[in-house]
C-alpha cells in the first residue's frame, strides 16, 4: 500500500526543548523508553537531571512539571536570570562572600518555595483540612510579609535610636490677675532609625514557615539554565564554588522535604554533565552527592548496528514519529522505520551513518532530519540522496552547537582560531607536529593560537577531533564523547576530524 503520509505530515522533534514543550500534544510525544521519568518521580534521591547540551535534559523536566500539575502539585521553573535578578535585588552589584553562598542560595530557594505558595494560596488553603485552615491562612499572611518587596514585619531591624528633650512652659493668670499658675511641661519624643535586614537574618523564619505549610501541599521547583550566571565557568572560581553548594544547599533541603513532607516534593537541578565533571577537582564531597542523586542522560551506549528500535535513540525518533500522526499509531516502530528510512546510506545502515555524523544527542538527530523535512516536506520517505543534499547545511548547525557548548571555558578568538585551523590543515587526519607547522605558517589566521597541543586539547574535548590509529589492521577512533572514548587526546597517534564537521570545515 503506498504511503500517502508526506514527512510535513510527522514530527521530529525541536532542537529547543522548551519549545517543543509548548505543544499541546507534547506528553504524548514524550518518550519513556528509557524510564528516566518514573526513576525521577518514584525515586526521592534523584534530583539532579545532567546530560551533555542537547540530550533532553529540558524535555524530561517539562514532562515532569506536567505531569505534577495534573496530579495537583505546585511547579516552577527557575532559571539563572532569576537568580541574578535575586542577587541584585538583595545585594546589588556586591559578589556575595564565599562564606555566605550556601545562605543566599538557601534563601533564594526558600524564596521561590514562598512565592509559588503565595501565588497559589487558594489552592494551598483548600488542600488543609478545616480544623488546620485559620492556621495555614495566617502562614501564609506571614510569609507573604516576609517576601513581600522584603519591607514589611521581620525585614526590618532597629538600627539605632535618640531621645530629644524639649521644655514647654504655659502660664494661666486669672482675669483679674488674683491668681496666676505657671506650668512647665517636659515632652519627650524618640526617634528611630530602621534597616532592612539581611537576607540570611529571615531564612529561619522563612524556613519553618514553608516547612509547615508543606506537610499539606506538594510542590517543585526546577532550575534551568543556572550556567547563564556567569560567561566562563574555567575563570570564574566563585561561580564553581556557587555550583557545589547549590548542590549541596539543594540536596539538604530535599532531605527535609523528605521528612517533613509525605507527598513528591522535590527541588530539581538541570546540569551539563561536562559542568558537573569540572567539579569534581574542587570538591571532596561533591561526588558521593551526585552518584547517588543522578540521573545521567546518555544516548550513545549503541552506536551501530542492530535493529534501529532496539537502539534507544533512534527508538525515542520513531516513537515521536508513531505519536504525532493518528494515522500512524496503531504502527509498531519497527513498521515506522520500514515506511520512512532507508535501510542503508552510502553503503552502511542508516542508524550507524546518522550516528557517525553525530555525538549521539538527539538534538543532533532532530536537526538532521528536520534539515531534510524542510527541502522535501512532500516527500513520503527520507531518501539516501536526501541525507547527502542536507549534508553540507547540517554539518554548519552541528560545528555552530559544539562552538556554543565550548564557550563557557574558552574565548571566542580561541575557539574560532581553531575551527579555522582544522581548515587550513585542510586533511581528514593529521598529527601534533602537522597541525604546529600550520600554526607557524600561519600566525596571523590564528592568532591566538600559538601550542599545538592547546588545539588538540580544545577540539577533543569538545569532540570536534578524535585519536586515530590501525590496530591489527583495523581502524580504530577513538573520541571523548564516547562511552569508550578516552579522557585525553593521545598525542602519539594521529587524529581525524568528526564526520559531521568534515562538509563545513573541509574543502575537499
Not at 84 to 90: A, G, I, S, Y
Not at 422 to 433: A, K, P, R, V, Y
Not at 439 to 466: H, Q, R, S, W
Request: charged share 30%; net charge positive.
Amino acid at each position: 500500500m503506498e504511503n500517502l503520509i508526506t514527512l510535513d505530515d510527522i514530527f521530529i522533534g525541536k532542537a529547543d526543548g522548551l519549545a517543543e514543550a509548548k505543544r499541546s500534544d507534547f506528553t504524548t510525544l514524550f518518550y519513556n523508553g528509557n524510564k528516566n521519568y518514573n526513576l525521577l518521580k518514584e525515586d526521592k534521591s534523584k534530583f539532579i537531571i545532567s546530560g551533555r547540551k542537547g540530550t533532553g535534559k529540558t524535555i524530561l523536566a517539562k514532562y515532569y512539571e506536567k505531569e505534577m500539575v495534573k496530579e495537583g502539585s505546585l511547579v516552577k521553573f527557575v532559571n539563572g536570570n532569576d537568580l541574578l535578578f535575586r542577587h541584585v535585588k538583595e545585594l546589588g552589584t556586591e559578589n556575595i562572600s564565599d562564606k555566605c553562598i550556601a545562605s543566599f542560595i538557601k534563601y533564594t530557594i526558600l524564596f521561590e518555595m514562598s512565592t509559588l505558595i503565595i501565588d497559589n494560596k487558594k489552592e494551598v488553603i483548600k488542600k488543609s483540612n478545616l480544623l488546620q485552615r485559620i492556621r495555614t491562612k495566617k502562614r501564609i499572611r506571614k510569609l507573604a510579609e516576609l517576601i513581600s518587596e522584603r519591607r514589611y514585619e521581620g525585614n526590618f531591624s532597629l538600627e539605632s535610636f535618640s531621645k530629644e528633650m524639649k521644655e514647654k512652659s504655659e502660664a494661666n493668670i486669672s482675669a483679674r490677675n488674683k491668681k496666676s499658675m505657671v506650668g512647665a511641661e517636659r515632652e519627650q519624643t524618640r526617634k528611630e532609625n530602621y534597616s532592612k535586614n539581611s537576607y540570611f537574618a529571615v531564612v529561619d523564619n522563612m524556613e519553618n514557615i514553608v516547612m509547615e505549610l508543606m506537610k499539606d501541599v506538594s510542590l517543585a521547583l526546577i532550575f534551568d539554565d543556572i550556567d547563564e550566571y556567569t560567561e566562563k565557568i574555567s575563570e570564574d572560581k566563585k561561580f564553581q564554588l556557587f555550583l557545589i553548594k547549590i548542590i549541596e544547599i539543594i540536596y539538604e533541603v530535599n532531605e527535609d522535604l523528605c521528612n517533613y513532607t509525605s507527598g513528591d516534593s522535590k527541588i530539581i537541578l538541570l546540569i551539563r554533565s561536562d559542568i558537573i565533571d569540572s567539579l569534581q577537582t574542587n570538591s571532596s564531597n561533591i561526588n558521593k552527592i551526585i552518584i547517588d542523586s543522578q540521573i545521567l542522560l546518555n544516548w550513545i551506549g549503541k552506536m551501530d548496528g542492530g535493529k534501529p528500535e532496539n537502539n534507544p535513540l533512534f527508538d525515542l525518533i520513531l516513537t515521536k514519529i508513531k505519536n504525532s500522526n493518528e494515522k500512524l499509531r496503531e504502527k509498531t516502530t519497527s513498521e515506522i522505520f520500514e515506511m520512512f528510512f532507508p535501510k542503508k546510506i552510502d553503503g552502511i545502515s542508516t542508524v550507524s551513518y546518522i550516528f557517525r555524523r553525530s555525538h549521539g544527542r538527539p538534538r543532533d538527530v532532530v536537526n538532521l532530519l528536520n534539515i531534510i523535512k524542510k527541502e522535501n516536506g512532500g516527500a513520503t520517505f527520507f531518501k539516501e540522496q536526501f541525507f547527502k543534499s542536507a549534508e553540507k547545511e547540517y554539518s554548519r548547525c552541528f560545528k555552530d552547537d559544539l562552538k556554543n557548548e565550548v564557550s563557557l571555558y574558552y574565548d571566542s578568538n580561541i575557539i574560532n582560531s581553531s575551527f579555522r585551523l582544522i581548515t587550513l590543515i585542510g586533511n581528514i587526519t593529521f598529527s601534533l607536529s602537522e597541525a604546529q607547522q600550520v600554526i607557524n605558517d600561519c600566525k596571523d589566521d590564528v592568532t591566538p593560537l600559538t601550542d599545538a597541543k592547546e588545539f588538540i586539547n580544545i577540539m577533543y574535548d569538545v569532540g570536534a577531533i578524535g585519536n586515530y590509529r590501525i590496530v591489527h589492521g583495523k581502524r580504530r577512533y577513538t573520541f571523548k564523547y564516547r562511552e569508550d572514548g578516552a579522557d585525553i587526546p593521545d598525542y602519539r597517534y594521529l587524529f581525524t576530524v568528526h564526520q559531521g564537521l568534515r562538509k563545513s570545515l573541509l574543502r575537499k
